[in-house]
């Protein structure tokens, strides 16, 4: 992958985690950790920043050296996931498009509560 694309895919990865911190049905963590792959072949000083933040770098660094997340981050990501799914039952009519979406919603849930919490 070109250093310019991976770093261009970085930074929008880095948006829209920082969107997903404010917007029900963005996660949050799973553009943080796309943002600090291509990061770290696209530039190394947005990699260290983003290892060196004062929120996010100790999510990255639990996860890239235990694949482990807090329970606080597992809590508000199955308390947000629980809020879109209740706003997409009253907003959308599609039986099937809510069904797929309660699947992936679930799929996630269950991924992340699967997932050790840092020594």
Known sequence: ???????VLAYVCLALAF?????????????????????????????AWLYGHPRFGKLLIDWETQRAVSRRSKL????????????????????????????????VAVFLLTRPEPR
């Open 1 to 7: 992958m070109p250093r310019y694309l991976a770093l």
């Open 19 to 47: 969107i997903g911190v404010a917007l029900p049905g963005l996660p949050t963590v799973p553009f943080l950790l796309l943002a600090a792959w291509f990061s770290a072949r696209g530039s190394k000083r947005l990699h």
């Open 76 to 107: 508000i990501a199955v308390s947000m996931l629980a809020v879109s799914a209740v706003v997409m039952y009253h907003r959308l009519d599609n039986p099937w498009l809510l069904a797929g979406i309660g699947l992936l919603f679930a799929g």
